[in-house]
């Protein structure tokens, strides 16, 4: 089986676009790939983050995994600090990196825009990338699930693997990436030309996967759209696309279908579609959370289990990286 691993960052609490972009697809991955799936708490950190909320957000995104339908059987679902490997294999892959590559990652760039003094940046936000290379080449990951906004980053991470190999010998296994088709990128309720982020300060702006009913019905009708008046799907109508794009990726759609469904109907009557298409996903998962979380003992179980497994995996790559480099085995 070829293997695959990823992670999402417990640096707010999950929104659709995670969903979309990341968790759901890896549901349906888990049958063809071995698969490896993080909560990345020491990617969280590259950003200031309130110490009781990080711990408790951390648990609560295991649960989404568990209950968006990733079975803890079938793949190795840990805590990212729970392997100290990755942090030792981000500085040896640290000190084969140039400060130029990293300089151009536009995650980078967009994070830092409103930032005019470099004294304000956190130097853990430019290395970001190289731990999240870390986190792959430990994993001899053949295949990186992501959204399209990470697609730079799973490129740098086969740059550096490439150049590694070639620097030393074979070591790491070149990553792919694989993007899901719809939801690739789901865009910001509020400003349809920028990617939804769940660190974005305006709540309309996202909705989370543990939204009530009410509250995604109200951030759906509050989407901005546009004064044509006409569900069509083009470049010219970022804001109905992106709902579009919802909707196909929800209940299997293709654009064309939603489109003919919404023929002479306005735009109230489509939101609505898509509002009530998001409560129907996400009212059994939010259920299923609530269950998980209330038996914090089996949690506790996978997440050790897991980082037990996945523990012994990426060691198994270290010890290579560090004998290939030239540091004095134990
Ligand atoms: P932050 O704003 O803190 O960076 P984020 O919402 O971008 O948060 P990440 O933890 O950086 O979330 O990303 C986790 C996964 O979710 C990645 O695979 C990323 O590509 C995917 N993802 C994030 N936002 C979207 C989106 N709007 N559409 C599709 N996929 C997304
Ligand atoms: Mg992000």
Redesign the pocket.
Do not use: C, E, R
């Given at each position: 089986k070829k293997r695959i691993f990823?992670?999402?960052?417990?640096?707010?609490d999950?929104?659709?676009?995670?969903y979309?972009?990341?968790?759901k697809n890896w549901a349906t991955l888990q049958e063809e790939y071995e698969c490896f799936y993080s909560i990345?708490d020491l990617?969280?950190i590259t950003?200031k983050q309130e110490p009781a909320e990080l711990r408790k957000r951390t648990l609560e995104i295991l649960a989404i995994y568990i209950a968006s339908g990733i079975d803890p059987e079938k793949c190795t679902l840990f805590i990212q600090s729970h392997v100290p490997a990755h942090s030792e294999a981000s500085w040896l892959l640290t000190c084969n990196t140039n400060m130029g590559e990293l300089s151009r990652m536009t995650?980078y760039k967009d994070?830092t825009a409103k930032v005019k003094d470099n004294e304000a940046i956190g130097s853990g936000l430019f290395n970001y990338p190289v731990l999240m290379t870390a986190d792959i080449l430990l994993y001899q990951a053949d295949a990186v699930?992501?959204?399209?906004?990470?697609?730079q980053h799973v490129e740098l991470a086969r740059d550096i693997a490439q150049r590694f190999n070639s620097t030393y010998s074979d070591t790491f296994v070149l990553p792919d990436v694989i993007v899901?088709k719809e939801?690739?990128?789901?865009?910001?309720l509020q400003d349809p030309s920028r990617?939804?982020?769940?660190?974005?300060d305006n709540p309309n702006s996202?909705i989370l996967i543990m939204d009530k009913p009410e509250v995604i019905r109200k951030k759906i009708s509050r989407a901005v759209t546009d004064s044509i008046g006409v569900v069509n799907y083009t470049d010219e109508q970022p804001g109905v696309r992106n709902l579009i794009n919802i909707l196909c990726a929800l209940k299997g759609y293709k654009p064309d279908e939603v489109v003919d469904m919404f023929r002479g109907k306005g735009y109230a009557e489509f939101k609505s579609a898509v509002a009530e298409a998001l409560v129907d996903e996400f009212t059994p998962v939010q259920a299923k959370v609530r269950e998980l979380l209330s038996e914090k003992s089996k949690l506790e179980e996978i997440y050790k289990k897991g980082a037990e497994r996945a523990s012994y995996e990426a060691q198994k790559t270290l010890r290579k990286m560090q004998k290939k480099i030239g540091l004095v085995p134990r």
């Open positions: 990823s992670g999402v960052k417990p640096s707010g999950l929104t659709l676009g995670n979309l972009g990341a968790i990345v990617h969280a950003v995650q994070k699930p992501v959204g399209v906004d990470q697609k899901p939801a690739a990128k789901i865009m910001d990617k939804m982020s769940k660190s974005d996202f």
